[in-house]
Nanobody
């Protein structure tokens, strides 16, 4: 129903910046949340940032003040601007779209394939 393709992952030095993009196969309407999650080797997947259909944003404490999530409806794309990157940010980053049905409140989740971000000198 919704396909997500991430891009922008790369090797970057500590203190550097990176911008991730997530292109969706179609426009998303109604009640939804778009976001980024990440998973480091041997660790659980964790929330990085989300932006809801109402425009509310949410960030993990570890990235607050450094990362910014945004969206471009015309391009069906969500972005994650990452500044002041740290080695601890190294992970595979996954794009996520969660759509909530109006009546049943059922939540359908869609995931991208992931893009590797490596922060190292």
């Amino acid at each position: 129903q919704v396909q997500l393709v991430e891009s922008g992952g790369d090797l970057v030095q500590p203190g550097g910046s990176l911008r991730l993009s997530c292109a969706t196969s179609r426009s998303i309407f109604g009640s939804y949340s778009m976001g980024w999650y990440r998973q480091a080797p041997g660790k659980q997947r964790e929330l990085v940032a989300t932006i809801s259909s109402s425009g509310n944003t949410n960030y993990a404490d570890s990235v607050k003040g450094r990362f910014t999530i945004s969206r471009d409806g015309a391009k069906n794309t969500v972005y994650l601007q990452m500044n002041s990157l740290k080695p601890e940010d190294t992970a595979v980053y996954y794009c996520n779209v969660a759509i909530t049905a109006i009546i049943s409140r059922r939540v359908d989740n869609y995931w991208g394939q992931g893009t590797q971000v490596t922060v190292s000198s």
